[in-house]
Structures are given as C-alpha cells and as structure tokens.
Antibody, heavy 121, light 112 residues
Framework: EVQLVESGGGLVQPGGSLRLSCAAS????????MTWVRQAPGKGLEWVSS????????NYADSVTGRFTISRDNAKNTLYLQMNSLRAEDTAIYYC??????????????WGQGTLVTVSS | DIVMTQSPDSLAVSLGERATINCKSS????????????LAWYQQKPGQPPKLLIY???TRESGVPDRFSGSGSGTDFTLTISSLQAEDVALYYC?????????FGPGTKLEI
C-alpha cells in the first residue's frame, strides 16, 4: 500500500524557516517524480514545487521561487521542502503527492494527509 | 499561466440524480502530438487530501466508481456523476497538467 506521511509543520514567525519531510513507503520511491501542493485554510489548491526521479528536473511556483527548495533522498525514501523567509501567505496545509505511474509530469495519483504550516507572530 | 475556471461554484443535487460540473481552461490543454487532453478531476472531502478521479479528461482512475465520468476536449470539460450518492458530497477540482505551472480550478462544492 502506497503511503506518504508528511511531517515538520508547525508555527513559525514571519521570516523564519521550516523543513518539511515526506516519508514514502509501499512503492519504489526512486521510480516516481514527486510534488508539493499547498492549500491555505478554506481555500483552493496551489502547486508549489515538483522534482523528478533523479532530481535532474525541478520546478517552482513563482510565489516560492528563491525561498523554497525541494529535494529528495532516494536512499531514505524521503522528499523534502526547505522553506525560508516565510510569509503569512505561506500559511497552508502542505501535501506531498506522487506522480502517476504513467510517468506523466504533474499528474498526481497519491497524496499524503498533509502537514499544517502556520506563519504568524 | 493557464487559468482554470469552474461552474457552478456550488451545486445541490438530490440523491440518485445527475450532477454536472463544468471546467474551462484559458487555453487548449489538448496536446496535438498524442491527441490527449491534459486535464484531471479531483475529489476532496473535508479534512482529507484530494483524490484523483479522472485523468486524460475521461480516463477513470482505478477503483473509482463508474458513476463518475469525464468528457470534453480542448478548453471545455465536464465531470458527471450519473446517480448521486451521499458519499459524493465533496469539493471537486479540475486540474491542468499540460504545462508548468500546473493549475487548478477554484473548486465546485457538491451538496445533497
């Protein structure tokens, strides 16, 4: 069974940093590209960043470029999102998602339960 | 960026009746080289992550009940639930993966 478990969320002050993790199991992690998607409280879905299987392709939303860094450790079956210079508008549930088995870029088949990031003083 | 719009914003349908949700993209998401529409539909229930229902505009994800169907091409798409069940109450989002950044519609709230 595919499982994605996010962790690392919490309350942080504006300008602060957090590192999110997504532990993957139930599939060969190195075979799938991965993505972070966020959802502000009561709002819609917003793509944040994607990373290919071998980390050779990485994309970011304009809203996080220069502040967030996506990475993965295929040996540890873990996806990361380093978030720096956090702003109030970054407050959201952050989901990690696995790309579809068809290898289609940015089509997401499995999602974690999410981790809440709150940016507030 | 491709802008996705959905209509209606919310919809109330009786149990057993048909529900129809529309999605429109600001530019075509049909890739001519493979004749595929890069359009997916997700269902999100309160407190849960999104669940993939439909991709390639009309391909049902494994395990999704056949009362869910997708149609359309180019810029105009429809999600249809043929006979609404109580467990279908949720938010529904369309999503284009034609190019980067991938974008979502604002969502349609489906109620009984």
């Amino acid at each position: 069974e595919v499982q994605l478990v996010e962790s690392g969320g919490g309350l942080v002050q504006p300008g602060g940093s957090l590192r999110l993790s997504c532990a993957a199991s139930g599939f060969i992690f190195s075979s799938n590209s991965m993505t972070w998607v966020r959802q502000a409280p009561g709002k819609g879905l917003e793509w944040v960043s994607s990373i290919s299987r071998s980390s050779d392709t990485i994309n970011y939303a304009d809203s996080v470029t220069g502040r967030f860094t996506i990475s993965r450790d295929n040996a540890k079956n873990t996806l990361y999102l380093q978030m720096n210079s956090l702003r109030a508008e970054d407050t959201a549930i952050y989901y990690c998602a696995r790309h579809h088995d068809s290898s289609t870029w940015n089509l997401w088949e499995y999602w974690g339960q999410g981790t809440l990031v709150t940016v507030s003083s | 960026d491709i802008v996705m719009t959905q209509s209606p914003d919310s919809l109330a349908v009786s149990l057993g009746e048909r529900a129809t949700i529309n999605c429109k993209s600001s530019q075509s998401v049909l890739y001519s080289s493979n004749n595929k529409n890069y359009l997916a539909w997700y269902q999100q229930k309160p407190g849960q992550p999104p669940k993939l229902l439909i991709y390639w505009a009309s391909t049902r994800e494994s395990g999704v009940p056949d009362r869910f169907s997708g149609s359309g091409s180019g810029t105009d798409f429809t999600l249809t639930i043929s006979s609404l069940q109580a467990e279908d109450v949720a938010l529904y989002y369309c999503h284009q993966y034609y190019n980067t950044p991938p974008t979502f519609g604002p969502g349609t709230k489906l109620e009984i």
